[in-house]
């Protein structure tokens, strides 16, 4: 249970955060880069939500992922322990999964492209491209996190799914892009060389 009564504390004043550990590391430290890019990745959806509210198919969606945007974070922020006094919370692969299932049942209807497409037409497409180059900039930051980590002999590393859920969510902000602007205005497609 997460009981948040003080909001300050004065912690960070020295640059300095800690874990879910309890562990301390710089602000700047990898971890704490990928998790705060999943941070502003729910920032920005929380934007799309505002464009997509009335959506019955879309919106749900994207409020489950915005949840499940938390328990990434909680991922990436926790280092792993081996045997530890409570379970890390983990991205498990069922998450990925549901993201692909869902980006099949979006994606089932829309036209095949014949073009690359350009960020725009609805409003709420628009977002849906933002928060897609967000969350890319959060699965590199996610990548550079891991590969900086020291190698175990333990087996996978304890945040691959997150890393793939992060991978599968730009995939479905893309494709909900295109089911947004399928409601309205339609895709913006590329025009190599139109301004030549």
């Known amino acids: 249970m997460v009981l948040l009564n003080k909001i300050y504390t004065r912690t960070g004043d020295a640059g300095e955060t800690r874990l879910v550990t309890g562990e301390t590391v710089t602000k700047a430290d990898p971890r704490v880069e990928a998790y705060g890019a999943v941070d502003e990745l729910n920032a920005v959806m929380g934007l799309v939500r505002l464009e997509t509210a009335a959506d019955v198919?879309?919106?749900?969606?994207?409020?489950?992922?915005q949840n499940d945007l938390f328990d990434l974070g909680a991922d990436l922020a926790t280092p792993d322990q081996g045997e530890a006094a409570f379970p890390a919370l983990?991205?498990?692969?069922?998450?990925?999964?549901?993201?692909?299932?869902?980006?099949?049942?979006l994606n089932a209807d829309l036209t095949p492209l014949t073009s690359f497409v350009l960020p725009g037409g609805a409003r709420a497409?628009?977002?849906l491209h933002l928060a897609r180059t967000v969350c890319r900039r959060a699965e590199r930051r996610g990548i550079a996190f891991v590969r900086a980590a020291p190698p175990t002999d333990d087996g996978p590393p304890p945040h691959g799914p997150a890393l793939r859920y992060l991978n599968r969510l730009s995939d479905l902000l893309f494709v909900a892009s295109r089911y947004a602007n399928a409601q309205g205005r339609?895709?913006?497609l590329w025009v190599p060389a139109a301004t030549r």
């Open 57 to 65: 198919v879309l919106d749900p969606i994207l409020a489950r992922i």
């Open 90 to 105: 983990r991205i498990v692969d069922g998450q990925v999964a549901r993201l692909e299932s869902e980006i099949d049942r």
């Open 125 to 127: 497409a628009a977002l």
């Open 186 to 188: 339609g895709d913006v």
